[in-house]
């Protein structure tokens, strides 16, 4: 035993407890609120298994192999398998393990895992599924710490166990003696492993579960102490820029001024890369100013002749016509579009490489660190178990941090040049060759007689998105557990049809995606097809609503499945006043969605007295996401849903011109500011039974349903291209 | 290579650097002083915003030779020791952040604003042109009134 391994207790449970996956649910869920309003719609392949419960399963191998350690200072220490990009997840796990240990919440501490490829499928961040697939493994591992010290504690006293208590990482005999968890940490080390029979304890005596909980790197971020990848101290590790091409995909054909750009100041190197040619510098502003002075010759890239108007043309093409009706059958009919979005995340792309002849170590924020591992020792040479990937907390991610691809530029820059680098995308580049979430076209029909919705048909057609992060191998790892329905759809129609549902009965109900492949860079966005697709469908059913002369809040009352469907509905009309009297110009717009066991509604209003701009004023949101662990943080990431709705109904867009978008800085992609957000939010957490489920992603589809019917109420129109207000309405950086 | 003299965070530095190196990679590449953010380099996203004597200003766009002589306070210098200044306070009252990459610019924006205005309305706030990605306007707007109440 190492020194290092005497002085703290370990606990690496391999085995796993059983884990409830998922569940079915039967049609008797779905009885509709009123027996004559509705023609009941079978449940979805989303409502039976979705892409969490795939990743889940897929994941079930390897969830227990959780690292917990405890100092003999009585501090905590666990190892998270996951990424933190600001949704709150190191909190909300601190807040499982202290919970379930008995210890006060600031002595546990929670270090993100490196890359760990034999977790296999089980270290990837994403599809609102963390907490989901981590809320019974995380409780089991801190459940058996805690009788460990226990069962040390009884060795030392002669006590039964169960003769002991634990209060505040504290041990307690009943004659009044008292052990901390740090004095019984190195004992506890020597103990037998507990059987696996130790549960957790019964949610009904969670404590500080359940309770709003501040964030607990708070203090960190408003001190400027947190250090983000760059902010960390690498020895010898210099700044490093990349010029990149005048179009998505762009190659190098010849860099024509390198011994120029070499003798500027403070250039170390200049490197010549497949996306780009890197520049080496003692700081970021010579490395910024040297790449711009590099004259490159540069090869075509992907998709050099399609702009906006070509690829609309094309999804809509690609879009299946929908069934030839009769004449006299009553319809609603839609076609939207919605552009490219950004993910735009704060902090631009970035990483930290360190390559050696033997070794390489990395640092960057990775939702994917196992498949970004593989790819960076295939690219510098060097087996996996010689790169050490250290998995970073990020400046957002929105899902941009799935993919590697500045962690691989890092690394090749450091191997040629035989340094180690910081590379760092500029926002430029950020968004424009960096990832965005594909344009969609959207055809929709309803039809309807007696009061009754009879068919709801939804073809959505998009621009391929780039699932290449790993995800892939978990879903074709899991399967075989995809309900039927599915049959052999494409890997992208899985992917939509896990995440995708109706909530509504309206009778034959049918969803479906088609794929344009365009090489361009996409990836998931927040939410993934659901932004738009439900999104689409929620200005629908106002559409449907109006037709059948009911009020937009009653008619979803009316053909929502369950009853906790329509809590969060009535929440949001009770607390927003629905239907209270309004200027001119001003509208309420309410939206429902549900997903990955969760469902929320929202409730806003807006100011469109200028229809160019519109300003939305309040928002009130509902959201039921079953068992919530940290209302706090779920509030915080409701209001951020609500935030990239606002956004991307009402303004920000890119618009890609000639094989490049446009746009390349905030004052371009028109992502909200402070004056463009409501000053009077309410969020309502509705405190769900049984499973927590996926919270992430939730609010985004709602908030856009709400968002486009109060802008269409509110201005007498039928919006059916986002966002809204898309002029180009600035003068584009030079290429 | 020219030399400038200035103070950041109540230390005197001097740094050797071209006239036209914007202060942020002064401070962040020379002088190891990180919390002020890259987000643009243009003066859009705001997220380097620190204060050039008590004023607010984007380091991205201000050459270091302009610092010289003059004290720079980035969000590192705005605590007293282990005191915070209670907007950081009420950022940690209100739990503000998410990812936090903006919200060092955010908060020296807020300190800024309320060394203007004792008591900023909502449209002085909405002025406030920092980005947040996460979206956590709202509660930015929140943690400002109850600075500002704090302060009072």
């Known amino acids: ?735 | 290579m020219p030399s400038h003299t200035f103070s950041v965070n109540g230390e005197t530095v001097t740094v050797d650097a071209p006239d036209d190196l914007p202060l942020l990679w002064a401070l962040r590449d020379l002088l190891g002083v990180r919390g002020p953010k890259y987000g643009c380099g243009i003066d859009v996203c705001k997220a380097c915003t620190s204060h050039l004597d008590g004023e607010a200003v984007r380091p991205c766009v201000v050459p270091v030779s302009e610092a010289a002589g003059r004290e720079v306070t980035t969000i590192e210098g705005l605590a007293d020791g282990d005191r915070l200044h209670p907007v950081q306070e009420a950022w940690l009252e209100q739990d503000v952040a998410q990812c936090g990459y903006c919200q060092p610019g955010q908060i020296m924006a807020a300190v800024a604003l309320l060394k203007r205005t004792r008591n900023p309305t909502d449209a002085d706030i909405d002025e406030i042109a920092n980005v947040c990605r996460c979206g956590t306007y709202f509660r930015i707007r929140e943690a400002i009134k109850s600075a500002a109440d704090r302060m009072a």
């Open chain 1, 1 to 735: 035993m190492t020194r290092h391994a005497r002085r703290r207790f370990l606990t690496y449970l391999v085995a796993a407890p059983s884990l409830a996956v998922a569940t079915k649910i039967g049609l008797d869920a779905y009885a509709p609120g009123n027996a004559d309003a509705a023609i009941p719609t079978p449940p979805a392949p989303a409502d039976l298994v979705d892409l969490g419960d795939l990743l889940i399963l897929a994941g079930k191998p390897t969830a227990n192999m959780l690292v917990l350690s405890v100092n003999e200072d009585g501090d905590v220490h666990f190892r998270l398998p996951r990424e933190e990009v600001g949704q709150g997840l190191t909190t909300a796990v601190a807040m499982l393990v202290a919970e379930e240990l008995d210890t006060p919440l600031d002595r546990v501490h929670i270090q993100l895992d490196d890359a760990r490829p034999e977790l296999l499928l089980n270290q990837l961040t994403g599809s609102s599924n963390s907490i989901r697939s981590l809320y019974d493994p995380v409780r089991h591992t801190a459940a058996a710490a805690r009788a460990r010290m226990v069962g040390a504690a009884a060795d030392r006293w002669g006590l039964k166990a169960r003769e002991l208590t634990v209060r505040a990482g504290v041990v307690v005999a009943s004659d009044g003696r008292t052990a901390s968890y740090g004095s019984l940490s190195a004992a506890a080390a020597s103990l037998e492993p507990v059987a696996l029979t130790v549960t957790p304890k019964k949610e009904s005596e969670h404590i500080l579960v359940g309770t709003p909980t501040s964030r607990i790197d708070a203090r960190a971020l408003v001190t400027g102490k947190h250090a983000y990848t760059l902010d960390l101290d690498v020895p010898g590790a210099k700044p490093c820029m990349v010029r990149r091409p005048p179009t998505v995909n762009g190659t190098v054909k010849a860099v024509n001024n390198e011994s120029a750009v070499r003798a500027m100041p403070g250039v170390l190197d200049v490197v010549t890369l497949d996306t780009g040619v890197a520049v080496v510098a003692e700081t970021f502003g010579q490395a910024l100013d040297a790449k711009e002075a590099l004259d490159v010759t540069w090869g075509p890239g992907t998709v050099d002749a399609l702009s906006d108007d070509d690829i609309r043309a094309r999804l809509k093409a690609a879009t299946p016509s929908l069934d030839v009706l009769g004449v006299l059958v009553k319809k609603v009919e839609a076609e939207f579009d919605f552009a490219f979005a950004s993910h735009a995340p704060m902090e631009t792309n970035s990483a930290v490489a360190d390559v050696r002849a033997d070794r390489a170590e990395i640092w960057s924020g990775l939702k994917s660190p196992i498949a970004a591992q593989a790819a960076i020792a295939k690219a510098v040479g060097l087996p996996v178990s010689e790169v050490t990937v250290h998995v970073v907390q990020s400046g957002g991610s929105f899902g941009r941090r799935l993919f590697h691809d500045a962690a691989l530029e890092a690394a090749v820059v450091s191997k040629k040049s035989g340094r180690a680098v910081r590379l760092m995308w500029s926002r430029i580049d950020d968004m424009r060759h960096g990832r965005m979430r594909p344009a969609t076209h959207h055809r929709v029909r309803a039809t309807y007689a007696a009061g009754q919705v009879l068919t709801f048909q939804h073809q959505v057609a998009a621009v391929e998105t780039d699932f290449r992060h790993g995800l892939g191998d978990a879903v074709t790892a899991a399967a075989a557990d995809l309900p039927t329905g599915i049959g052999n759809a494409t890997f992208a129609q899985t992917l939509f049809l896990t995440t995708v549902k109706s909530p509504y009965n309206f009778g034959v109900t049918t969803q479906a995606l088609t794929e344009v492949p365009l090489k361009m860079h996409t990836g998931s966005w927040r939410s993934v097809y659901s932004a738009n697709t439900r999104g689409a469908e929620e200005i629908v059913v106002d559409e449907l609503a109006a037709k059948l002369g009911k009020d937009p809040v009653a008619f979803r009352r009316a053909f929502l499945k369950t009853a906790r469907q329509r809590a969060v509905l009535d929440k949001v009309a009770a607390a927003g006043d629905w239907g209270r009297s309004l200027p001119g110009g001003w509208a309420q717009g309410v939206g429902f969605h549900e997903e990955y066991k969760s469902c929320t509604a929202c409730l806003v209003e807006i100011d469109a007295t200028d229809p160019k701009k519109p300003r939305v004023t309040k928002a009130v949101i509902a959201a039921d996401v079953g068992r919530v662990i940290n209302p706090r943080g779920l509030e915080a990431q409701l209001l951020g849903g609500l935030t990239d709705a606002i956004s991307t109904t009402l303004r920000a867009g890119l618009h890609i011109d000639r094989g490049l978008p446009l746009e390349g800085s905030y004052s371009q992609f028109h992502y909200a500011r402070q004056k463009d957000s409501p000053r009077d939010v309410k969020i309502f957490v509705i405190e769900g039974a049984d499973e927590p489920g996926g919270a992430g992603e939730l609010g985004v589809p709602a908030a856009v349903g709400a968002v486009a019917n109060a802008y269409a109420r509110a201005t007498g129109t039928r919006p059916r291209s986002f966002p809204v207000n898309f002029d180009v309405d600035f003068t584009p950086f030079p290429r």
